[in-house]
């Protein structure tokens, strides 16, 4: 039981570069969030997806979209990186019933140049 | 806009109990108050949460003030592996807000 995974661990980008960071779980989880973490802030929700099919932007989603491939996973597209996006990337998941516990993965961390 | 208010930094001795406070003054009747820890720059870890009753586990307790508009976790016997921010966060649907946490540091 790995929980939640996220690839890559680190990356460098140059500005203008496009990756896609991916997240998966295997708790059987409903629910799905995207989180940055600039230095020395708490973390900002980027997206979430309530449930397989559906994605809602959180509090700063410009720069970036998500897929809900399955239920088990959730990616991240940087269509444009740019520096303003440098930042730690978390991956949540949560059973999505109501008072549930997010989970957290190990982590992205992304350098654009 | 930040929904919680938490001091930057505290200290505690090792094996004393540490006391962390948290102010949520406009926090809503079905709002919940979560509490997170994250170790150096891994995943925030899961500590505690609850909505008005204090509330105790394995690692912590929750004291939620009668109003709700302030809470405090204890963390009965502080050890140097809970050097870490902590987070205290009021959940809003389906959305956590973050701020910018505590910083606990037990010393030896």
């Known amino acids: 039981n790995a929980g939640v995974t996220q690839t890559p661990k680190f990356q460098v980008l140059k500005t203008g570069q496009s990756m896609t960071l991916q997240c998966a779980q295997d708790m059987n989880h409903n629910s799905m969030y995207w989180y940055r973490q600039d230095p020395g802030m708490g973390l900002r929700l980027i997206y979430y997806s309530a449930s397989e099919g559906t994605t809602d932007k959180g509090e700063v989603p410009n720069g970036y979209n998500v897929s809900r491939l399955n239920k088990r996973e959730f990616s991240l597209r940087l269509e444009s990186a740019a520096p303003s996006q440098t930042s730690v990337y978390f991956c949540?998941?949560?059973?999505?019933?109501?008072?549930?516990?997010?989970?957290f993965g190990p982590g992205t961390r992304l350098l654009v140049l | 806009d930040a929904k919680t208010t938490q001091p930057t930094s505290m200290d505690c001795a090792e094996g004393r109990a540490a006391n962390l406070p948290c102010n949520h003054s406009?926090?809503?009747?079905?709002?919940?108050v979560y509490w997170y820890r994250q170790i150096h720059s891994q995943g925030p870890q899961y500590i505690i949460h609850?909505?008005?009753n204090n509330e105790t586990n394995e690692m912590a307790s929750l004291i939620i003030t009668e109003d709700r508009k302030s809470s405090t976790l204890i963390l009965p016997h502080a050890t140097l592996r809970d050097t870490a921010v902590y987070y205290c966060i009021v959940k809003t649907g389906n959305q956590f807000y973050f701020g910018t946490g505590t910083s606990l540091t037990v010393i030896p």
């Open positions: 609850g909505l008005k």
């Open positions: 406009t926090i809503s009747g079905n709002e919940y």
């Open positions: 949540a998941s949560s059973d999505g019933a109501g008072q549930e516990t997010q989970y």
